[in-house]
């Protein structure tokens, strides 16, 4: 079904990989088109509790854009975006499940942008991400200019913008950029120590929570109190919510199904 990409969905789990390790798994619309798909189709299925995104080989997560392929195409850069890039990056942050970048090298341009789409980063210590487009007389795209500054802080934001700095996992760490950076050899037990923490969690609260975080920089304290007297009656009403609280009074571990 997908060529352009690895698409494994079993146990709850799905897994998400780009799979153009030759050129450093950059991003064609073909790819994103492909990335986008499984997400929505990720979306779809119930039994999917979390979603891990990677890319194959040991260099990079993602190049960013396929600049040949790109000159190719004949779209113009608003096309690419428009048709390609944008609903890629809404649809992962839109989706109601927790998504898992396991950051296995580089993340580059729009690679850096898709990494920071995610809701959770776990590097190896050798990966860096940076946000190159300056360097080829453009800005931040795929959602960049919206996540780093809320990340960093504008001066931040805009000196890693403006000049492309490269920052490895550690320092990302440090600065707020990523959430853990591991020895490369302890990156699939990171990921996987994760992965069963989502996979095991009450899925809808955990949506909940990512639907009002989306939304908490631009509403004020009123329509946030609102969105979360809306989400929190319905996750009331949820099997989870139920089992939860149940488990909390007998003192026993809640076994949450995700419905």
């Known amino acids: 079904m997908y060529q352009n990409l690895l698409f494994n969905n079993s146990e709850g789990v799905l897994r998400i990989s780009l799979n153009r390790p030759a ?3 950059a991003l064609t619309l073909d790819l994103i088109r492909e990335i986008t798909d499984a997400i929505q189709e990720a979306g779809d299925d119930s039994s999917v509790r979390v979603i891990v995104l990677t890319g194959e080989g040991e260099k990079a997560f993602c190049s960013g854009a396929d600049l040949k392929a790109a000159m190719e195409s004949g779209k113009s850069a608003g096309e690419m975006l428009r048709d390609g890039y944008n609903p890629m990056i809404e649809a992962i942050r839109n989706i109601p499940k927790p998504v898992i970048c396991r950051l296995n090298g580089l993340a580059v341009g729009a690679g850096c942008s898709l990494a920071l789409a995610c809701d959770l980063i776990i590097a190896s210590e050798d990966s860096y991400l940076s946000q190159m487009f300056v ?3 453009l800005m931040p795209d795929a959602g960049a200019s919206f996540f780093l500054p809320r990340l960093l802080g504008m001066a931040r934001a805009f000196e890693l913008a403006s000049t492309g700095q490269k920052v490895y996992a550690p320092e990302a760490v440090q600065i707020g950029l990523i959430n853990k950076s591991v020895p490369k050899e302890n990156l699939d037990a990171a990921v996987e120590e994760a992965v069963f923490y989502y996979r095991h969690a009450p899925t809808k609260a955990i949506g909940a929570i990512k639907k009002v975080f989306n939304q908490s920089f631009e509403s004020n304290l009123s329509e946030i109190l609102n969105l979360e007297m809306e989400n929190q009656d319905l996750l009331h009403k949820t099997q989870d919510a139920a089992e939860g609280i149940s ?11 995700g419905k």
């Open 247 to 257: 488990s909390f009074l007998q003192k026993k571990k809640p076994d949450y199904q």
């Open 23 to 25: 050129v450093h798994n």
């Open 135 to 137: 360097q080829i007389g």
